[in-house]
Nanobody
Framework: QVQLVESGGGLVQPGESLRLSCSAS????????MAWHRQAPGKQRELVAL??????PNYADSVKGRFTISKDAENTLYLQMNSLKPEDAAVYYC??????????WGQGTQVTLSS
């Protein structure tokens, strides 16, 4: 079992930056891939970025060049979000997939863009 806790969400203005964190605990040795997803009101949940066990990142086209995913040796996952746009407003979820293909989700952190 893996437990995930996100933090770092908040209210920002368009063009500003925000850094999300996701702290993993439990069977972190079993984690292979970690990712960030988001869900805006009335929209389907979407994959924002993922990072493989080898550290290779992948991004949704909508965030390429603006968001950076990374993780440290303790499997704390980060999402650096720059040049935020109104359409980036959503609840952001951290996920971890282990070697048994079990997917674990955090509780989410809200990112709000002011007008």
């Amino acid at each position: 079992q893996v437990q995930l806790v996100e933090s770092g969400g908040g209210l920002v203005q368009p063009g500003e930056s925000l850094r999300l964190s996701c702290s993993a605990s439990g069977s972190i040795i079993s984690i292979e891939t970690m990712a960030w997803h988001r869900q805006a009101p009335g929209k389907q949940r979407e994959l924002v970025a993922l990072i493989t066990g080898g550290g290779r990142p992948n991004y949704a086209d909508s965030v390429k060049g603006r968001f950076t995913i990374s993780k440290d040796a303790e499997n704390t996952l980060y999402l650096q979000m720059n040049s935020l746009k109104p359409e980036d407003a959503a609840v952001y979820y951290c996920t971890a997939t282990d070697w048994g293909n079990n997917v674990y989700w955090g509780q989410g952190t809200q990112v709000t863009l002011s007008s």
